[in-house]
């Protein structure tokens, strides 16, 4: 494990992480009957000691049509099968199954804990990963994803493309990315992330914007609520 991933594998290990997710670690009405675990691909020069400035994690963009999450930014990932060992086998099996990224090119660090999906009670695992030989990400899956790419992590935590976004009662975190808007899941344990780990950049002095405006304003193709 790279030097610099050592304040995520502790964030990780001690709770860290949970801490900076706040409310989306409990939920009224848990569903645990279903579960998901996430793989938060992370990858940058193996010799460096702090951030490094070719950071990125591997992040999805689903399909416009899907049933659930259409257009949404997200990391690969899906429900644990019962035929899945662990956590962590369940979240490199979807990670090649939608991306075409082979197991053998990650160094898993550890299964977090569950994170509820707030509009149905169901837990979400977010495996954190080393991707130590990048390279070879696609749309595996196309009628899942249509966009495979690899953010860049110095540009996520700029300021300039940070922002707060709200809908009804939901107020959350958001990055702007190359005309995509990350929100949701994905934008919090993001945000939890760079937080825990001591990379982000002061941000949050400024008020909420409409979610909606915000999505219309987006390439990510999300159907209107």
Do not use: K
Request: proline share 9%; aromatic share 8%.
């Amino acid at each position: 494990m790279p030097a610099w991933l050592r304040p995520l594998e502790h964030a990780a290990a001690t709770g860290g992480i949970t801490v900076h997710l706040g409310e989306r670690n409990t939920h009224d009405t848990p569903d645990r009957s279903r579960r998901a675990a996430v793989m938060v691909l992370l990858a940058g020069d193996p010799q460096a000691t702090s951030l490094p400035s070719d950071a990125s994690v591997l992040l999805t963009h689903r399909t416009p049509h899907m049933r659930s999450h259409s257009g949404q930014i997200a990391f690969p990932g899906g429900r644990v099968d019962a035929t899945d060992p662990t956590l962590i086998a369940a979240a490199l099996r979807e990670t090649r199954e939608e991306t075409g990224v082979e197991a053998s090119t990650i160094t898993p660090l550890r299964a977090g804990e569950e994170i509820f999906i707030r509009a149905t009670g169901y837990p979400v695992h977010p495996v954190w990963g080393y991707w130590h030989t990048p390279g070879g990400a696609h749309p595996a899956s196309p009628e899942e994803t249509d966009d495979v790419f690899q953010a860049s992590l110095e540009e996520l935590i700029d300021p300039a493309n940070r922002l707060l976004v709200s809908h009804g009662d939901y107020v959350g975190p958001a990055f702007s990315y190359d005309g995509y808007l990350v929100w949701g899941f994905t934008a919090a344990v993001m945000d939890a992330m760079v937080a825990a780990c001591g990379w982000e950049r002061p941000w949050r002095e400024r008020p909420p914007r409409p979610l909606m405006a915000e999505l219309a304003a987006s390439r990510n193709g999300e159907r209107q609520w």
